[in-house]
């Protein structure tokens, strides 16, 4: 994984197996997770979401809303690396 973050500016990129190991981790798991073993790339500029891409696509609408958040949140809390 990884989280560059330059002038308001914040890019996540995650592989597959990221999305996987935070979908199933013990205890914390995402039951009938829609982002488990997918490629994630998501853009924030202040706090909005400006781009991103679910398998280097970004019309996946089956990847449900509150957990990409719930991933993006966690990711930038630092509770998942």
């Known amino acids: 994984m990884r989280?560059?973050?330059y002038n308001g500016t914040v890019k996540i990129w995650a592989s597959s197996t990221d999305t996987y190991i935070w979908a199933h981790?013990?205890?914390?798991?995402?039951?009938?997770?829609?982002?488990?073993?997918?490629r994630l790339y998501a853009e924030f500029f202040h706090g909005d979401l400006v781009d991103y891409a679910i398998n280097g696509k970004c019309d996946d609408t089956n990847i449900?809303?509150?957990?990409?958040?719930?991933?993006?949140?966690d990711i930038l809390k630092g509770d998942f690396e």
């Open 3 to 5: 989280i560059k973050r």
């Open 25 to 38: 981790r013990p205890g914390n798991s995402w039951p009938c997770s829609t982002l488990s073993g997918k």
């Open 64 to 73: 449900h809303g509150h957990e990409f958040s719930a991933f993006i949140e």
